[in-house]
């Protein structure tokens, strides 16, 4: 009989990555299973956590089941994109309008259209590192160049606008923003953001900002929408639901579309191509928008002094602060924080595996930060999700763990 | 000071590989109806097969399953889906005689679209081949494309009821060749293949080692005892991907809920699981609230069975359509076994058409009636259309009687001509 070869991936995939539910997660989910309880403080998934949606998303969105059987537009249903028209009208882009939107089942969805119908083989792309990896791994599906411009850790992880702009080349084809940022919780101030723009200007790059985070910000960090820096960039900015809203199993995200459309017709062509072939996103969800943006905003509740994500992230930055050797910026923004492990007290070879032996022994489960395609094993990230005893039963245990790694190391 | 001058830039283009995707199910002549209904006309649309626009209602019980699940489905799941679907799907293929389905061998997604892109994205390398049917959902043709493959296809033959010929498809069969694709119930020839059919084409991927594609998302929506079977029932050897969902049967396409089914010796594609496992990750996971519908729709009395019986609305729609097209001279078509759709091809002798998309947009000005031209279906003549048989009888009626008045027209210029 015929020995035939086995059925593997294609030959792409090998370069891609997306470790934020990968080995590692899965090492966790070996352990539960062996009956361990494991505190999973590695992705932003707030409903776990006891962070409810809005009651009005569901009530809103049980009401529109009936009307929610059928597919919809490709783009997303009138209202859905009318509230999120407005939403960017409110925020200073009085053209915003309806055509300008497209709805997705979450930004991820979204992401992987816009580069898809974007990216040839050889296109390069400008990426933050420390990044959300979904942006580094779909640009190398379709074969593109993830070139990453590095955040600049002693200045406050902020962009360096003269190092992002010497790795523009003939191939580059877009600029992407992460603000507020995922992982390292940085909400960019307006002269950063205003060179990213020109950068994008002086050498026709298409700007790419994800805003997931966008509404969650601490203590008069001013989120600024990239959009509304120009009108002569064309710029395309992600935002949705997921977070702001708390709900992110729902799927519901959108992109919208400003500066000089008129410049990226063809483009703009092939991003309605690419909507049409997944026939539409889930329509129950589209119905969760116009709730959402609309009225009362219940985030503020939570990143108010007081609020849970507020005193969840003061919690968690002060006691990874007293840790030794630990140092960490406080996040402006965001669900994230991003320690450094001096690596003259801690020298780690690998951060995966140092990440998967702190789950072993202590049962807590973080990112490694090569998982954002960041460039040394020094760094990891956790969610400040958990409530504020959980966060100190959590970061003592990593207490626990980074004083034996230490005293091993002092004693060899 | 002098200004500077400003620098003339090219314009934002597609990537070239959109160059060759084609989705023109929803494409341009969907547009043109847009803009004709924007002027004020009323449109009725035969285009696509979206139940809901027609008075198909989801059965009470997915709505209820999703309300009480809903203050639960907050947050992301597991990649796969969640476990009670999973345990649901497994069961499903348990019944049609799958005794080892696991949950484990289930994927849920976004509907069967996202799945059909993932799939073929973890699985091509550029110029890799897959064997497509023509006429073909062209979501299948368009998403190989994007991934770099190339869609070779092979030719369904309308004077054997429209069933796929075996030795055709395994002549197109080269080292390239990764996967072979079937769609059955078939989009858009309503044909439902018999048990020889189905094990020829397993076993053209048993001999040429190719994965089994088999795209079954009209199953539960037969006629007449037309007897749907599922391709995986047919051999244990050879790695089949199965895809359904409830878009149709349970007639909530707007919720997208579909799932994968991999069965054969999934221990032979670990590799490439693993590779699917990474893209589904990518997305995190399918929506939640519409995953919670599925233990709900699979389980229970199953309404289809109402509508596809004698006296059902989808049995009486396409009794109707079927004679009234047939009583138009010079069309010809053959009676659907299955899904939703009639393909009825025009005689060319007296309907000399040379573009198909171009007929179909003078029958949507001239009859404000919107089908689907056959190329839309990598169709490789201009004779044939594709029109629904979602609507009811009456209005059925209306508009192929309307149909028919365009097609006295063309004929009778053709004739003159």
């Not at chain 1, 504020?388 to 034996?404: H, M, P, Q, S, T």
């Not at chain 2, 025009?346 to 000005?365: G, M, W």
């Amino acid at each position: 009989m015929e020995q035939f070869e086995d059925f593997t991936q294609a030959h792409k995939l090998r370069n891609v990555r997306y470790d934020v539910r990968g080995p590692i997660a899965e090492e966790a989910a070996r352990l539960e299973r062996a009956g361990h309880r494991i505190t999973k403080l590695n992705i932003g998934n707030m409903a776990p956590f006891g962070f409810d949606a809005p009651d009005s998303i569901l009530v809103d969105m049980i009401k529109n089941l009936p009307t929610s059987q059928g597919y919809s537009d490709s783009q997303g249903i009138y209202s859905a994109r009318t509230a999120v028209a407005q939403y960017y009208q409110s925020r200073g882009m009085r053209e915003a309008q309806v055509p300008d939107v497209i709805l997705g089942n979450g930004v991820s969805e979204l992401i992987t259209m816009v580069l898809q119908a974007l990216i040839n083989p050889g296109d390069e792309v400008l990426i933050p590192a420390p990044d959300y990896p979904l942006w580094t791994g779909i640009t190398t599906l379709c074969s593109g160049r993830a070139v990453h411009y590095i955040c600049d850790e002693e200045n406050q992880w902020w962009p360096d606008p003269e190092e992002v702009e010497s790795k523009v080349t003939e191939r580059t084809k877009a600029l992407v923003l992460i603000n507020p940022n995922n992982p390292t919780g940085a909400v960019y101030p307006r002269e950063i953001l205003e060179a990213m723009v020109d950068i994008c200007r002086r050498h026709n790059l298409i700007l790419l900002s994800d805003e997931i985070y966008e509404k969650i910000t601490f203590d008069d960090a001013e989120m600024i929408n990239a959009c509304t820096l120009s009108d002569d960039v064309f710029t395309i900015t992600f935002s949705g639901l997921s977070k702001t809203w708390r709900v992110a199993g729902f799927r519901a995200g959108w992109l919208f579309m400003s500066g000089p459309k008129h410049r990226a017709k063809n483009y703009i062509e092939g991003l309605n191509l690419m909507s049409n072939l997944r026939m539409c996103p889930n329509v129950p969800a589209q119905h969760a928008i116009q709730t959402a943006l609309g009225g009362y905003q219940s985030v503020e509740e939570f990143i108010r002094p007081g609020g849970r994500l507020y005193e969840q992230r003061n919690v968690a930055y002060k006691l990874l602060s007293d840790i030794e050797g630990v140092d960490v910026h406080q996040a402006d923004g965001a669900l994230y924080l991003f320690p450094r492990l001096d690596p003259k007290i801690y020298p780690i070879e690998n951060d995966e595996k140092f990440v998967i032996e702190l789950l072993r022994q202590q049962k807590i489960l973080v990112s490694h930060g090569r998982a954002f395609n960041w460039i040394d094993d020094n760094h990891f990230r956790l969610v400040t999700l958990p409530a504020v005893e959980e966060l100190e039963e959590a970061i003592a245990g990593i207490a626990d763990f980074l004083a034996i790694y230490r005293d091993a190391f002092a004693r060899s | 000071m002098r200004k500077p001058k400003v620098q003339e830039f090219e314009e934002f283009t597609q990537s070239p590989k959109l160059q060759d995707v084609r989705y023109d199910v929803r494409g341009p002549i969907a547009q043109e109806a847009a803009r004709l209904e924007r002027e004020g006309h009323a449109i009725t649309r035969l285009n696509i097969g979206n139940p809901a626009p027609f008075g198909f209602e989801a059965p009470d019980s997915i709505r209820m399953a999703m309300i009480s699940n809903l203050a639960d489905a907050q947050g992301y799941s597991d990649s796969q889906g969640i476990y009670s679907a999973r345990i649901a799907v497994a069961q499903y293929y348990q019944a049609r005689g799958m005794t080892d389905a696991d949950p484990a061998d289930i994927y849920l997604g976004n509907g069967v679209s996202e799945l059909i892109s993932m799939v073929l994205q973890a699985m091509l390398a550029p110029g890799d081949e897959v064997l497509i049917p023509a006429p073909d959902y062209p979501l299948w043709t368009g998403a190989t494309t994007l991934a770099g493959g190339k869609a070779v296809h092979y030719i369904c033959d309308e004077d054997n009821s429209w069933w796929p010929d075996p030795e055709e498809i395994e002549s197109k069969v080269t080292d390239r060749t990764k996967a072979l694709v079937i769609i059955n119930p078939n989009n858009p020839t309503g044909a439902v293949y018999p048990r020889e059919i189905l094990e020829a084409m397993v076993d053209i991927c048993r001999r040429h080692n190719l994965m089994l594609l088999s795209d079954e998302i009209y199953e539960n929506i037969t006629f007449d005892g037309a007897e749907m079977i599922n391709a995986c029932t047919l051999s244990d050897d050879v790695f089949t991907i199965t895809f359904s969902g409830l878009s149709k049967t349970w007639r909530v396409a707007g919720f997208r809920s579909g799932w994968i089914y991999v069965s054969g010796p999934t221990y032979r594609a670990k590799n490439y699981l693993e590779g699917l496992t990474l893209l589904m990750n990518m997305r995190m996971c399918a929506n939640v609230p519409a995953q919670h519908a599925i233990q709900a729709a699979l389980g229970g009395h199953q309404s289809i069975e109402d509508l596809v019986d004698p006296g059902g609305r989808l049995f009486e729609q396409r009794e109707t359509a079927y004679r009234l097209l047939r009583e138009i001279e010079g069309v010809d078509v053959h009676q659907a076994d299955g899904a939703l759709y009639l393909f009825p091809r025009l005689d060319p002798e007296i309907y000399p058409i040379e573009d198909d998309e171009k007929f179909v947009i003078e029958l949507l000005r001239q009859q404000k009636i919107l089908v689907s031209h056959g190329r839309a279906f990598n169709w490789i003549d201009d004779n044939h259309f594709r029109l629904v048989t979602l609507p009811g009888v009456e209005d059925l009626e209306h508009a192929i009687a309307g149909i028919a008045e365009f097609l006295a027209d063309y004929r009778d210029a053709a004739a003159r001509a």
